[in-house]
């Protein structure tokens, strides 16, 4: 009986394996053989670069740009925006933007897919018909050789090829950002570059296509799904076409801009991907079993395997109930051994793939959250169970940067904003004639305001309050706000002086003891050399109203300065800005704590995987025990009335509100 069970219980452990092992053999593949090179043989076809567009005024021309700078000949290519149903600008400003601009208006036809085939449709029966037209999504920037690749493997005889696309990422993109850019790295250019080290298609992805005259001609668009880009990937298989994948074909595009917005996109694409593996698995199984052909069965392969984080939820929970029956005699051990070999088989092509793409640094650290981001999918599958409309077609999420929303937890505003969108609005209130004062919000920040009415009273009027602490980043979320992250001081501070280097602005520091204020002005000018580090003060220890404030003004004035950095503690430097806002020379003024030391050299902070986790406390508590416990045990107390607080003002009514 228990070998019975045993094998029942061991199926699906095999059929995980060979998913998983699937996965390693591509991670492999790509990690193997040498990186080809640039092709350099002389462009000759005529291409037409077709970006449907629809209310993408913020970043169409950003888009455009990277187009109409490409390597390729000007005079073999034209860039057409399509602008599909807009009610903004988009138009407009991609002709501006050196576009050429066709207007869609067919409000009961919406989606990409239906302005793919509208458009193709038109510029093929055009007299001056193009030789291959290639797609890319408005929101995205175009590598130099984009082009160049692609019309390489056109010269190939390869009529539809896919280009390498990746999600934009730098080192102020949030560690959710890094994951779901590793994901694409995994998705994307992993199985694609393995599979055609092994001689197989591709996919497409909906950006970086490009399909010659005689594919789009014969097959015409035909996919107006949430997927139309996987669905019309299986009509061409269906139809015997090969998908080509361009290694050396580079195209980026951001991810999405909040939560619920990522949560929307997940949703369209997985429920999609369901609906079509539901729909069309068996009919390419039938197929290619009736024509003998290898290749439809390698694309029934690959469309069957799950998406990762649903692979390792279903192994991880399949290896825990075998084990558990194991334990209690139900089922013999070897039951255990196709799950463990897809335990194994699914991170080791996790990170054999990260390094063949060759991954940075910080995306292998935001790896480390994958577990917490797994939990949030699975939110996402659950959803799925309810129902999914397949032809449901949803805008992707998009949100200006420069623009927050200020969300006010237990009385204290906090802006909901990234790092880029931070240092975004430092920068337009450089020259803008009135103090910007900027605060990092910790918990216990928030807790001094509970009982210092001087000190909400300042947090109510600054024109920034950063999520510093990982439990302000929790308790906005817990009002329904979609907070980006946490934007710590430390961070921020080094971020801002890289950005603003070479501009011409110029820093005053302020506070620190022992030199510091000068440790840290010398290391900022070694590691950004446009910075212009105007001058540097430590002042007395002494209350603010008995500091020589009027010698700390006037070298500030005589500096020119335009960003002061003001380390005196909290809330002793919040105290110090607002009391002489009206007399300060500067345009910006942060409350910038421990951050001069930690430039200095003088402290450190934290390991990166304990940030990521919102460990740092924990850290800082080991460093300075006898000063921070009492601080931290006041925090924990006041904790339990602030989240029942935000619980209550949930329920009654969201208090986001804009202030961009």
Not at 232 to 247: D, K, N, T, W
Not at 496 to 519: H, N, P, T
């Amino acid at each position: 009986m228990t070998g019975v069970l045993g094998a029942l219980l061991a199926l699906p452990g095999v059929v995980f394996a060979g998913f998983g092992l699937y996965l390693l053999i591509l991670a492999l593949a790509s990690a193997s053989g040498r990186r080809e090179q640039p092709v350099v043989a002389a462009p000759a076809n005529r291409l037409v670069v077709i970006v449907p567009a629809h209310n993408e005024e913020q970043l169409v021309a950003r888009c455009v740009t990277s187009l109409l700078a490409q390597s390729y000949p000007r005079a073999l290519y034209r860039v057409v925006v399509i602008a599909d149903n807009c009610s903004d600008g988009t138009a407009s400003i991609a002709a501006a933007a050196g576009a050429e601009v066709m207007v869609r208006s067919e409000a009961d036809a919406l989606g990409k897919g239906r302005a793919l085939r509208w458009a193709t449709d038109q510029l093929l029966a055009a007299p001056d018909r193009p030789d291959a037209v290639v797609v890319v999504d408005a929101d995205s920037v175009a590598d130099r050789n984009l082009l160049s690749a692609l019309e390489a493997e056109l010269g190939r005889g390869h009529s539809v090829v896919q280009a390498d696309y990746s999600v934009l990422t730098d080192e102020l993109s949030s560690p959710r950002t890094q994951l779901v850019a590793a994901g694409f790295l995994l998705f994307h250019r992993v199985r694609f570059s393995g599979r055609a080290r092994l001689g197989m298609s591709a996919n497409l992805v909906g950006n970086g296509m490009l399909f010659s005259r005689a594919a789009l001609e014969a097959h015409p668009w035909s996919a107006f799904s949430g997927v139309e880009d996987l669905q019309y990937s299986i009509e061409l298989r269906l139809a015997g076409v090969g998908l080509r994948f361009a290694p050396q074909a580079f195209v980026s595009g951001p991810g999405p801009a909040t939560r619920a917005g990522e949560a929307r996109q997940r949703l369209r694409w997985e429920g999609g991907r369901f609906h079509v593996v539901k729909t069309r698995l068996w009919v390419i199984v039938r197929t290619a079993i009736a024509r003998r052909d290898p290749q439809l069965l390698d694309a029934a392969l690959d469309l069957a395997t799950p998406p990762l984080g649903l692979l390792s939820m279903a192994t991880g929970a399949g290896l825990l109930v075998v084990a558990g029956a194991a334990a209690l005699g139900l089922a013999p051990i070897w039951a255990l051994i196709p799950w463990l070999v897809a335990l194994t088989a699914i991170p080791a092509f996790v990170l054999i793939g990260l390094r063949a793409a060759r991954a940075p640094r910080n995306m292998w650290t935001a790896v480390a959250r994958a577990p917490f981001y797994l939990a949030w999918k699975l939110a996402r599958y659950a959803s799925l169970v309810s129902g999914f409309d397949p032809n449901r077609w949803d805008r992707s999420d998009r949100s200006n940067t420069s623009a927050s929303r200020r969300v006010e937890i237990a009385g204290v505003p906090i802006d909901a904003v990234d790092m880029r969108g931070a240092i975004a609005r430092v920068r337009g209130a450089i020259g803008a004639g009135r103090l910007f004062q900027v605060s990092t919000i910790n918990l216990d920040f928030v807790v001094r305001a509970q009982t210092d009415p001087d000190v909400m009273r300042i947090f109510r009027r600054t024109g920034m309050n950063l999520a510093d602490g990982s439990p302000v980043v929790w308790l906005g979320r817990l009002l329904g706000v979609e907070m980006p992250g946490r934007v710590a001081g430390a961070d921020f501070v080094p971020a801002m002086i890289r950005d603003l280097a070479g501009s011409g602005a110029r820093l005053f520091l302020l506070g620190g003891e022992g030199g510091v204020a000068a440790a840290a002005g010398e290391r900022l000018g070694q590691l950004y050399p446009g910075i212009v580090i105007a001058g540097t003060y430590e002042p007395p220890r002494a209350a603010v109203e008995d500091m020589n404030n009027a010698e700390i003004l006037a070298r500030i004035a005589e500096a020119k300065a335009d960003v002061l950095l003001v380390a005196l503690g909290h809330p002793k430097q919040e105290r110090w800005i607002d009391r002489h806002r009206d007399q300060l020379s500067v345009s910006v003024a942060i409350g910038v704590g421990c951050v001069l030391d930690l430039i200095a050299g003088r402290s450190r902070r934290a390991p990166r995987w304990m940030q990521i986790a919102g460990l740092e406390w924990l850290y800082r508590l080991a460093q300075e025990p006898h000063r921070l416990v009492r601080r931290y045990l006041t925090d924990a107390v006041w904790l339990v009335p602030i989240a029942a607080g935000v619980v209550r003002s949930r329920l009654a009514a969201p208090r986001a509100v804009d202030t961009a």
